[in-house]
């Protein structure tokens, strides 16, 4: 059945108040489809629907609802509702949660929170944003050095409702230090009476908790892992970071690339919720900057418009020349960007990826120089001096494009800047100024323009 059909029927049996049916038709749905559903609802609405679904089911509704349904949820239910929410829901979604809310309703929260519970949100809160441990779980299963697979059986059954993965083991010693890692799948296999220590994969992949989250997510992906362990400084064990989790961080940051290439400041809101003054807030800044360096380029234009004033075909070939040098340079700088994310190239490289973006300038600028001789010659009429300007200088450009567009990137890694602000449109505007140079320079010398 389609959502939209789903939506009228669910619509149609609260409208009729017929709140046993609308319990049921919900409970076939997924929770996540449950939570899409609860967005349309006004408040009234969301509250009563939200009390018809089973406890155990409401607090997984709420952690895939939006901020802003949350909120209301939070201001309209009592405090012991708010306790009970809270109690049953994994805690770094929990946590999650909480940091999207006021200051106001995050106490009332905590104040209703069991203590343990809220002993635990306050210590996750206190780890820097963005980090390991803030994104970090506690419901996964630990054992020490002499369990054996009975031991563990018997707590697996006991508690791995209660964990939000139990798909891979952690083995500790006394000290809580992170000694190895068993896959269950393993584990169900071996006898009984095997330990677990003995069939653990030491030297375990692991990250701090004071690891910045983009690493996280390059972690999971190099190493290809579903649950990824958690330690402090001591390597003690603290928690594990799921791929659900990391999944979230790698929109995110892939979002945050995204605005940041595009001459954005981030946001952490989404676009149809985030008001036009904030829009406005993130494109200003970026587009002050563009506007200084775009007057630098018409100085460039005015130092030598005694070469524009005697070649009517040079003024021409201008926006030409800019926008395939722009286009050249944005090409380079996302191939490298995309291979400094992905982990591909490192700032040792930067010679071996110039020598590369230099072979491929040369074969495009070569081809792209023939095709603008050409064109200038017998669509603008040009005399073959004028056009072997603009065909030679639109080659330079290509190759000093390329060469901008991937060594930036890279130069900005290594100072410690976000490589995704050497992308366009700051490297258009770059390659504008050092193409429209190299153009003068090249016209001056071939058609003898004293200046």
């Excluded at 269950?184 to 296999?189: E, N």
């Excluded at 990824?228 to 928690?239: A, F, Q, S």
Aim: aromatic content about 8%; proline content about 3%.
């Amino acid at each position: 059945m389609e959502w939209e059909a789903i939506k009228n029927r669910l619509d149609a049996l609260l409208a009729n108040g017929k709140h046993s049916e609308i319990r049921g038709a919900m409970m076939m749905l997924n929770v996540v489809d449950i939570a899409q559903y609860m967005e349309t609802l006004e408040r009234d609405k969301l509250l009563h629907v939200f009390r018809i679904l089973p406890k155990d089911i409401s607090s997984d509704v709420f952690t895939y609802m939006e901020p802003e349904q949350k909120q209301l949820l939070i201001e309209s239910i009592g405090d012991q509702e708010i306790c009970a929410l809270i109690d049953d829901m994994f805690l770094d979604d929990a946590v999650d949660f909480l940091e999207e809310l006021p200051a106001s309703v995050v106490k009332r929260v905590l104040q209703s929170a069991p203590v343990e519970k809220r002993n635990l949100i306050n210590q996750f809160l206190r780890y820097p944003e963005y980090s390991a441990g803030s994104i970090m779980t506690i419901e996964y299963l630990e054992f020490h050095e002499g369990d054996t697979v009975r031991d563990a059986m018997n707590i697996i059954k006991k508690v791995g409702l209660d964990k939000e993965t139990i798909y891979t083991l952690y083995i500790i010693d006394k000290e809580r230090r992170l000694l190895g890692t068993l896959a269950l799948r393993r584990m169900i296999l071996a006898d009984e009476d095997a330990v677990l220590s003995d069939m653990m994969t030491t030297n375990p992949i692991s990250v701090y908790t004071t690891d910045d989250q983009e690493k996280v997510a390059d972690t999971v992906r190099r190493y290809d892992v579903m649950a990824l362990p958690v330690v402090d400084k001591e390597n003690r064990l603290v928690g594990i970071i799921t791929a659900d989790d990391v999944m979230d961080v790698i929109e995110e940051e892939n979002t945050e690339d995204f605005e940041k290439m595009a001459g954005l400041m981030p946001s952490e809101e989404e676009y149809l919720k985030t008001s036009p003054f904030r829009l406005a807030l993130n494109r200003i800044p970026w587009l002050l900057i563009m506007a200084a360096v775009a007057l630098f380029t018409g100085m460039i234009i005015k130092s030598f418009e005694d070469v524009l004033a005697t070649s009517i075909v040079l003024t021409s070939c201008i926006p030409m020349l800019m926008n395939t040098g722009g286009n050249c340079g944005s090409q380079a700088s996302t191939l490298i960007i995309r291979g400094i994310a992905l982990g591909e190239i490192e700032f040792r490289d930067l010679f071996r990826a110039l020598w590369k973006e230099f072979r491929v300038g040369a074969m495009v600028g070569a081809v792209l120089a023939v095709f603008t001789f050409l064109l200038v010659t017998f669509i603008y009429g040009a005399a073959p001096a004028e056009a072997f300007v603009v065909a030679l200088a639109l080659y330079a450009t290509v190759l000093i494009a390329k060469a901008l567009g991937c060594t930036l990137p890279l130069l900005a890694r290594k100072v410690g800047f976000d490589p995704a602000l050497m992308a366009s449109p700051l490297i258009t505007t770059l390659v504008d100024a050092t193409s429209l140079t190299i153009y003068f320079i090249i016209a001056t010398a071939i058609l003898k323009i004293a200046l």
